[in-house]
């Protein structure tokens, strides 16, 4: 089987940011064509594990610090980050995904790689709250940097 998510047919959870859903804390988005791809296929489910936790759009900023998500304003969100997490998770079982495209860098969706925690811009080793959770239930994950160049 390819990595290439257009050169197999399995179904896809995708963050909801990649198919161009305005849901990014700066109320942006950043689709990306295989994304868009998988979506005309009826093969991906777009989920916001942030909006689902109940949090508003745009945001404050957050990132993961010693496994707690805090925002620029000095607020744990962990609870809801982990809430949401769980609520995404129900939704990518019922649609029967196996694979997920995430967002990097993301204290949700980031996947092997994160912000550090001083909002400085700075990267560690590590994954978000919901690419953490999905992990445990073995999703063969990538990021949206793995397909930019498939479509
Ligand atoms: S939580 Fe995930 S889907 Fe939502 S905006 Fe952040 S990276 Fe995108």
């Known amino acids: 089987m390819t990595d290439n998510p257009l050169k197999?047919?399995?179904?896809y959870l995708v963050s909801a940011c990649l198919a161009g859903v305005n849901c990014r804390y700066d109320g942006q988005s950043t689709p990306v064509e295989t994304v868009l791809e998988l979506l005309r296929q009826g093969r991906a489910l777009p989920v916001c594990p942030e909006q689902l936790g109940g949090l508003?759009?745009?945001?404050?900023?957050c990132e993961l610090q010693q496994g707690r998500v805090m925002n620029t304003e000095g607020q744990n969100l962990t609870e809801a980050f982990t809430r949401g997490a769980a609520e995404a998770l129900r939704?990518?079982?019922l649609?029967?995904?196996t694979h997920a495209i995430l967002k990097s860098r993301s204290p949700s969706c980031g996947y092997t790689q994160i912000y550090d925690g001083s909002f400085s811009g700075a990267l560690i080793p590590g994954n978000g709250i919901f690419a953490e959770l999905l992990l445990k239930h073995e999703y063969l994950m990538l990021t949206e940097l793995d397909v930019e160049d498939e479509s």
């Open 8 to 11: 197999n047919n399995k179904r």
């Open 56 to 61: 508003p759009t745009p945001r404050a900023c």
């Open 91 to 93: 939704l990518s079982q």
């Open 95 to 97: 649609f029967g995904a």
